[in-house]
């Protein structure tokens, strides 16, 4: 096939509540945030018992992959590695090398252009073969996939699913999210000749596929997760403020896709099903939080499909005029300028 393994990249989390502020000290290293900004954040993963699901998610994801690859023939082992919690990608990559492999996938855990969404896994796959040193695996990442026809159908069955918790009741919104991303940070995204804001043009565009795809004419596409100092412009509005308004306006219930995730990581748990959800109880309004689409056998065809791209020269399907991106080797960036880290103050 021209590789011998599958690298599954993705953001790492803690696993127990001596990891919380180690963890975070990770996510936030060289970016000035004040202790007490980390250990406001620490309280809610130890309202979980200091364990984020992120890591459980991912091997849940990876052995359906596995179980995917095995079903069509395609031997490729997988490996598991992470940003800012164990198992590092540093180590991953180094176990690789040691097996023996020389060529291998990356699949980043992220559907979406951007710097954190794309460019900032190529930082990582930089980092890491850099750790390794000689004879580090060549590392080829796979592309974008937000508007891949199995990515769009399973979030838009969800969305159908939480639909349909609601009951058959007049006036539902729907409402799709995502993280917010500083202004500046969504400006910078994208190849500089395109003009920049590829974050939120491919939510906005996943958001009206799905919409489609579920029957849905009215939505909103809102944000969710900011962190840093106030007088720092960011993606707006927030979900909670959104839902508020929503709420003057007379809405009674709401269902919320947070299109912009790919599992029920901590932040979606925390932002939508503990903090939304207990707002819009606070106003009456129906609620229901429609699932991520990786425990839906079609994330892991998706996957594959993927990788069959490049072992199988199998064509490039997507619903969107968007060109594909985010193919590259050794942590290259796409394109010259593309997608460049926005200068963060500390929070």
């Given amino acids: 096939m021209g590789y011998d393994a599958l690298l599954w990249l993705s953001f790492g989390g803690p696993e127990g509540p001596d990891e919380v502020l180690p963890f975070l000290e990770n996510v936030t290293r060289g970016r000035g945030v004040p202790r007490e900004r980390l250990l406001e954040v620490a309280e809610h993963y130890q309202h979980f018992g200091g364990v984020s699901p992120i890591n459980r998610l991912n091997r849940a994801a990876i052995a ?5 690859l095995v079903a069509e023939g395609l031997e490729l082992p997988v490996h598991f590695g992470n940003r800012n919690w164990r198992p590092m990608v540093e180590d991953t990559l180094a176990t690789m090398k040691g097996e023996g492999v020389r060529r291998a996938l990356v699949f980043p855990t992220s559907a979406y252009g951007g710097y954190s969404a794309c460019r900032q896994y190529d930082e990582d796959i930089e980092r890491a073969r850099a750790a390794v040193g000689a004879g580090a695996p060549e590392l080829v990442k796979l592309r974008q996939f937000f508007d891949h026809p199995l990515f769009v159908s399973a979030v838009a069955d969800a969305v159908r699913a939480a639909h349909a918790e609601l009951g058959d009741r007049p006036g539902i919104r729907t409402v799709f999210t995502a993280h917010s991303i500083p202004e ?3 400006l910078a995204a994208g190849p500089p000749a395109e003009g920049g804001r590829l974050y939120s043009r491919q939510i906005a565009e996943a958001a009206r596929l799905v919409a489609a795809e579920a029957g849905i004419a009215e939505y909103d596409v809102v944000w969710q997760s900011r962190s840093g100092p106030p007088q720092v412009r960011w993606l707006e509005p927030d979900i909670v403020d959104h839902l508020d308004a929503l709420h003057e306006q007379g809405v009674a219930a709401v269902v919320v896709s947070p ?7 901590l932040e979606v748990i925390w932002d939508l099903d503990n903090e939304a959800a207990e707002r819009a109880g606070e106003h009456g ?9 990786d425990a839906d056998p079609r994330f892991a065809e998706l996957v594959v499909e993927l990788i069959r791209e490049h072992v199988a020269d199998a064509p490039v399907r997507a619903l969107s005029a968007f060109p594909a991106a985010g193919c590259t080797v ?7 300028g593309c997608c460049e880290p926005a200068k963060r103050p500390a929070r």
């Fill in 64 to 68: 359906a992959v596995e179980k995917q």
């Fill in 184 to 186: 500046s940070a969504d």
């Fill in 330 to 336: 050794n942590g290259a960036p796409c394109a010259a």
């Fill in 259 to 265: 299109i912009g995730f790919v599992s029920d990581h």
């Fill in 285 to 293: 309004m129906a609620f229901a939080r429609a699932a991520t689409p």
